[in-house]
């Protein structure tokens, strides 16, 4: 148990991240199938915060740590907050927001991996993986059964203000969380911080509207072409 939950760093991680992008993908599909399901969809949102909630705990056990990546304020452990919150709350607008930040943020998440360097098992490995994966579920089960579309207003408003609050909560810990501060080392480029909020800003917005038209113009589609099947 001790080593599960260790804070000395290995260094690096022996993670598959091909299997678990095949997993990933099922775990859409399987999403999809259900997306009446409202109870999964519930239960794939409590576990989804329980799972932050062990994380914050551990994070809690290392004050520098905790620090520097324990608060919540990465764009997918928000996502997974805010997104169990607003379906509880009824926060419509901001269900469907974070459902699509999550979803973008879980396939970002697993096509450029940037996991704790620990070796399996521990603790930020499971809940690395358990996150994206709950939170890629839940995303798409919320974004199949709500039909309330989001305007751009909203979509920049809401980026611009989340992203405000991690770049302060940046500036004064000294973290990075968002990377707001800096991108990852895998990236061959860097920008200043004030480039990278408007970068980040712009393009999650940008990625959110235009997803959000595609789906909406694909599904407006498809219900066009039920309607005239059952009128013909």
């Known amino acids: 148990m001790t080593y599960f939950f260790r804070y000395e760093p290995d260094g690096v991680h022996n993670m598959s991240i091909f ?3 095949i997993v990933f993908i099922a775990v ?3 999403a999809h199938t259900q997306k009446h399901n409202k109870k999964l969809l519930k239960i794939s949102l409590t576990l989804g915060l329980f799972l932050q909630v062990v994380l914050f705990f551990w994070y809690s056990g290392n004050p520098v740590l905790f620090m520097k990546e324990g608060l919540p304020m990465y764009h997918c452990r928000l996502s997974a ?5 607003s379906y509880f709350l009824k926060k419509e607008k901001w269900m469907r927001y974070f459902a ?3 979803l973008l943020g879980a396939i970002i998440a697993f096509s450029f991996p940037d996991p704790s360097p620990f070796l399996w098992p521990h603790i930020t490995n499971i809940t690395y993986i358990g996150s994206h994966m709950l939170l890629g579920m839940s995303a798409v089960i919320i974004l199949c059964q709500e039909e309330i579309e989001l305007n751009i207003k909203d979509i920049f408003l809401y980026t611009v203000t989340m992203n405000l609050v991690i770049s302060f909560v940046n500036h004064f810990m000294g973290s990075n969380y968002g990377y707001l ?6 990236f061959p480029f860097d920008f200043m911080p004030i480039q990278l909020f408007f970068i980040l800003s712009v393009l999650i917005s940008v990625i959110i509207i235009v997803t959000e ?9 498809h219900h066009k072409n039920v309607e005239e099947d059952i009128i013909i």
């Open 19 to 21: 299997i678990i992008r």
């Open 28 to 30: 859409l599909l399987f």
């Open 81 to 85: 907050i805010m997104l169990a919150a």
């Open 100 to 102: 699509w930040l999550g």
């Open 181 to 186: 501060k800096a991108l990852p080392k895998m």
């Open 213 to 221: 038209k595609i789906y909406l113009y694909i599904h407006g589609d």
